[in-house]
């Protein structure tokens, strides 16, 4: 088993976790040509929002962005080093957002991907996430919460 050390991000977390985020993205960057600029603004995101990073040997390998809102929460991005896809961190990152969102009060936590990744949007739907609609190349995600019980 691969042992990660999930922590909150801290603000001097902002160049390694931009610099993990745009080599996660970097196997779309090429074929999608309406890609946002994935890691802008990161430090903002630290300094504002719910930001969570990995580390695996102190490089951090893997990131959550989670954007309270009024009514749910916006999964904004997460993010896994490609050297350590398929290991299990992103589904840990997305069960933190879940846990985050209800710690939150919310019980509804939303995302955006694109329709030019459809793994993304199969990984989704596998771990029980709805698609709310479709606009252009964006496909929008909602999954509802149910807190632990007692």
């Known amino acids: 088993m691969v042992a990660w050390n999930i922590r909150?991000?801290?603000?001097?977390?902002?160049?390694?976790?931009?610099?993990?985020?745009?080599?996660?993205?970097?196997?779309?960057?090429?074929?999608?040509v309406d890609l946002p600029a994935v890691s802008s603004g990161i430090s903002d995101d630290i300094e504002k929002n719910v930001v969570w990073v990995a580390e695996q040997n102190e490089s951090i390998v893997g990131g959550m962005i989670l954007i309270p809102m009024e009514e749910f929460a916006l999964l904004a991005n997460v993010a896994v080093d490609p050297r350590c896809a398929g290991l299990g961190l992103g589904r840990r990152l997305i069960e933190l957002a879940e846990s985050e969102t209800l710690g939150l009060g919310k019980r509804e936590l939303r995302l955006t991907t694109h329709l030019a990744m459809p793994g993304n949007v199969r990984l989704y739907a596998h771990l029980g996430w709805w698609e709310l609609g479709r606009s252009g190349n964006k496909v929008y995600m909602t999954k509802f919460l149910a807190p632990d019980p007692l």
Do not use: K, M, P, V
């Open 8 to 32: 909150r991000a801290r603000q001097q977390d902002a160049t390694a976790l931009s610099i993990c985020i745009d080599a996660a993205y970097s196997i779309y960057a090429s074929r999608i």
